[in-house]
């Protein structure tokens, strides 16, 4: 059968088309927000209405972290030789044109399959195919969509559970948190930082959790103090919700779930997830979605900023 990949726009819904073609053939779903397949925030391979192999992604824009799609269709493509791959939906951006181009020509399809909906980005698909339009039905409202998702929310909460992890023994990906040398707290004390709930310093900026935003003076005595020449700052309460992957060292995840609180006077993680305690969690993946206890969607904090 060889590999086909599906392209289509945020207008379009694949659901009746690929129940309608897709038969017994493998399909990895490389978009994290597509409705009726699997859980938002996912890269996913399914076999039959099953996910083989799943990977998080953390968010719903394609554009947010595009070296993980990259990434995910590399490593998926040690699972599957023939089936379908449907891309995240495409609009014009130029990242967005760019990572299409780059998995495009990572997957080498033997046959690409365009929404008729679909703009061809400028200077077209990168891959010397040409591609077959297809008619697509319309998708589903925003307003249906939030639903679905939110009713999935709620679940994922619902059937999760408690996990409390040391932060020494977790190394978190997705984070500005956990990248620099932490100061501990008698080494801050000590230079009158105690303001500072957890202080990280690296080579170019430190980085402090705080519950009150600090003065200039206090700012000051941290870009003195270890010779940097930028201070970024965010609220102890950034990390309550933010959507999680648990996964072994080796890369294997084997749960998902919420950050609750990170208690940084006991430097304890505090997440609801899917995994059963008491699991080792040596890897802890961060997504930009906040979601709350009732399923609402949150603000999502920008590239980086906790």
């Given amino acids: 059968m060889g590999i086909t990949a599906l392209i289509g726009s945020p207008a379009d819904s694949w659901r009746h088309w690929l129940r309608e073609n897709l038969g017994s ?50 490593e998926a493509q040690q699972h599957f030789r023939d089936g379908m791959v449907l891309f995240p939906s495409y609009r014009p951006s130029p990242v ?17 399959l365009v929404s008729e909906r679909c703009e061809t980005p400028t200077g077209g698909w990168g891959i010397p195919l040409e591609p077959e339009p297809v008619e697509l ?18 679940r994922l909460w619902d059937e999760s559970f408690d996990h409390e992890l040391p932060l020494s023994s977790v190394s978190i990906e997705g984070l500005r948190l956990g990248s620099g040398k932490m100061i501990g707290f008698e080494e801050r004390r000590k230079l009158g930082l105690n303001w500072c709930l957890h202080l990280e310093v690296s080579a170019a900026s430190a980085f402090a ?22 201070l970024h700052v965010v609220p102890g ?21 919420f950050i609750e609180d990170i208690d940084f006077a006991q430097q304890i993680l505090k997440l609801r997830a899917t995994a059963v305690p008491p699991t080792p969690v040596p890897i802890l993946k961060v997504g930009s979605i906040k979601v709350d206890r009732a399923g609402r969607e949150l603000p999502e904090p920008r590239p980086w900023q906790v």
């Fill in 237 to 257: 309460s950034a990390y309550q919700s933010l959507l999680c992957g648990l996964a072994r060292s080796h890369g294997e995840e084997i749960g998902i779930g």
């Fill in 25 to 74: 053939s493998d399909l990895l779903c490389l978009s994290p927000n597509e409705p009726n397949l699997g859980p938002p925030g996912q890269i996913a391979l399914y076999r039959g209405e099953v996910p083989v192999w799943t990977r998080f992604y953390g968010s719903l824009d394609a554009t947010r972290s595009p070296h993980v799609l990259v990434a995910a269709l590399a």
């Fill in 137 to 154: 039905a319309a998708s589903l409202t925003t307003q249906v969509l939030e639903a679905q998702r939110k009713a999935h929310w709620m």
């Fill in 209 to 230: 959790v705080v519950t009150d935003s600090p003065t200039e003076e206090e700012i000051s005595a941290v870009l003195d103090a270890f010779h940097v020449p930028k």
């Fill in 96 to 112: 967005l044109a760019q990572t299409v181009r780059l998995l495009l020509r990572l997957l080498n399809p033997d046959e690409l």
